[in-house]
């Protein structure tokens, strides 16, 4: 089943379709590293590093099989109402307050208008649900049924389904087979009951990287810490957050924020954020984690090499979608939406 991937970024939507079965027969993004990554793990995928304001559509049915498009999946850049960034208003007339990003919302939904796939799916962060009070999501609702799809969304944290991470993340997901729109099933909860799974801890998805660090090419070196981070980060205990009203006067500074929390062995990992360049702190370790280590929680494989400087690739880990949920949702839609009998597929680049 053919599907086009905007916003690709590291591919972590990517890696879970084709695992499922999908051929992509394009990804695009607006970013030099991400093409720099992409074209090194996926060289035979088409890649576009252009702006998406910029793309027309014949462009895309020239490169694709038009007539056999089954999907497009994707999410477009969610600076503009992160609940960790500034949150900004939808409104072009509020300027001091208006990010252009937000514009990209209505490009995906441009494509989807005109290219007509049978379904398409759009990711984002849970501070959509209650920006403008409600208003920006209805509204992009409402936009896609005006597109002619039958739509719904969900807030889904990937912990319940096995990924070793609590990550909320909202997904948008319509059809135009008159299908009614349904979400897989949880698998894993934090209180097992009816027959589902306890969440998976971080530990054994790391455990086997510690004292192997120094190896640029996996993406395994360590952030160089000062010696006065490394001293609050003996003070901080597992699973917990540094004490920050019990720190000597010489280690006491102004917000402290995630980067100062320590996983648990036990519990699955606070969300890959890369904030100020750094990961949370390793479960045993004084220092943060390394962008394999990150890669890792967030479930890609180890075959997956991510280009660019420590931050660039951090970034790039961050802002994905899991590829082990994108697996479990790209095989829902296969089964429930486009009614195809599940076939296992691995595909090698």
């Given at each position: ?123 984002n962060v849970k501070g959509i649900l209650t920006w403008d009070k409600g208003e920006f999501i209805n509204n992009i609702i409402e936009k896609f049924k ?204």
């Open positions: 089943m053919l599907i086009v991937d905007l916003f690709c970024g590291a591919g972590g939507l990517h890696i879970g379709f084709k695992e499922a079965g999908y051929r992509i027969g394009l990804s695009v993004d607006n970013n030099e590293n991400v093409k720099r990554t992409h074209l090194y793990n996926h060289p035979f995928v088409p890649f576009w590093n252009r702006d998406i304001r910029e793309i027309d559509t014949n462009e895309i049915r020239e490169v694709i099989d038009y007539e056999s498009l089954d999907g497009i999946i994707g999410g477009p850049p969610c600076q503009g109402f992160s609940t960790i960034g500034r949150r900004v208003s939808s409104k072009p007339e509020v300027r001091n307050t208006y990010d252009p990003r937000n514009e990209l919302v209505d490009e995906y939904i441009r494509l989807v208008r005109e290219l007509q796939p049978k379904f398409f799916l759009m990711e005006g597109c002619g799809y039958t739509v719904d969304y969900k807030l889904i944290n990937m912990a319940d389904y096995g990924v070793p991470q609590t990550r909320e993340r909202v997904f948008i997901l319509g059809n135009r087979l008159n299908q009614p729109v349904s979400f897989p099933a949880s698998t894993h909860s934090d209180s097992p009951k009816d027959g589902l799974k306890p969440w998976v801890g971080c530990w054994d998805s790391i455990k086997d990287l510690v004292n192997h660090e120094e190896d640029p090419g996996f993406n395994h070196v360590p952030l160089k810490h000062t010696e006065k981070n490394i001293e609050r980060y003996k003070l901080i205990p597992e699973g917990g957050r540094l004490p920050e009203d019990a720190l000597p006067p010489e280690l006491y500074r102004k917000n402290f924020g995630n980067t100062f929390k320590r996983l648990g062995r036990k519990k699955p990992a606070l969300t890959m954020v890369p904030g100020n360049d750094a990961f949370p702190i390793h479960p045993i370790l004084n220092r943060s984690l390394t962008v394999r280590e990150a890669a890792r929680i967030q479930t890609f494989p180890d075959n997956i090499i991510f280009k660019g400087n420590r931050r660039q690739q951090g970034h790039q880990v961050g802002n994905a979608v899991p590829p082990l949920f994108s697996k479990i949702l790209a095989r829902h839609i296969k089964e429930n939406i486009l009614k195809e009998k599940q076939l296992e597929f691995q595909f090698n680049d």
